[in-house]
């Protein structure tokens, strides 16, 4: 796991009160604004998987009920998957018109989400699946564990980059030493690449073969901002 700090000068700001001041409302002299950043790449450990079926036809009732009949089969086979979610996604129903604007048809969709950290179980059920429901995309994250997992020490570098970036400044100011006046730590992470979308049509050819699924990774960055008093 390749890691890496951030901990320059830039952004580095001395606050000093003006000569003419010295009232008890102006800024408070030797005060120096802070931030320091760690960063790591992390494999992403979930995914996630669109499935979804259409249908067409002249009753938008037998639309709803066949794909609602659907639908529920395809998260039922997936709950005996073990270690795989199912839940339902997006159903629609919408009609199309002619030239004349009267519906002539009317158009159905359903959607199937699953959610594992199985790569391979999924992998195998979407195949197994795919005469129901065809993947329409996948897409990847880190699990809430693994995330906090890897914030937890990026949380301990990035606080001693801030130690070491406050003393390095304070001497080059000509302090001698300082202390915290305030401090904040935040978490962020960067989005995988964007959700992998599939044509239903060429993932019908081939019905039964597993779906290849492989995750990436994902950018995991804690950061500390805060000030403090420089003193002689």
């Known amino acids: 796991m390749k890691q890496w700090l951030a901990a320059t000068l830039l952004g580095t700001t001395a606050m000093v ?17 802070l931030s320091a950043q760690a960063a790591t790449e992390v494999p992403t450990d979930v995914v996630h998987v669109t499935l ?14 066949a794909l609602s009949k659907r639908a529920e089969a395809v998260i039922a086979q ?9 839940e339902s996604g997006g159903f629609t ?3 199309s018109t002619d030239r004349n604007g009267r519906i002539s048809t009317w158009r159905g969709r359903a959607e199937v989400i699953l959610q594992s950290r199985d790569f391979a179980a999924v992998s195998k059920l979407t ?11 996948i897409s990847f994250s880190l699990s809430r564990e693994a995330r906090m997992a890897t914030e937890g020490k990026l949380a ?5 980059a801030f130690r070491d970036k406050a003393q390095a400044t304070t001497k080059l100011f000509g302090f001698g030493s300082y202390t915290i006046r305030e401090v904040s730590l935040n978490e962020s992470g960067v989005m995988p690449p964007a959700p992998r979308m599939y044509a239903a049509k060429a993932m019908m050819a081939d019905a039964a073969a597993p779906v290849p699924i492989e995750g990436g990774k994902t950018q995991v960055t804690v950061s500390v901002n805060g000030s403090v008093q420089m003193l002689k």
Do not use: F, N, W, Y
């Open 127 to 137: 195949g197994e699946l795919a005469s129901q429901m065809q993947v329409q995309g």
């Open 17 to 33: 009160a003006s000569a003419a001041g010295g009232g008890p409302t102006d800024a408070p002299s030797g005060v120096l604004s």
């Open 93 to 95: 129903i919408h009609p």
């Open 78 to 86: 997936a709950k005996r998957t073990p270690g795989v979610q199912a």
């Open 52 to 65: 979804a079926a259409e249908q067409e036809g002249a009753e938008p009732a037998a639309i709803s009920s």
């Open 156 to 160: 301990e570098q990035a606080i001693a």
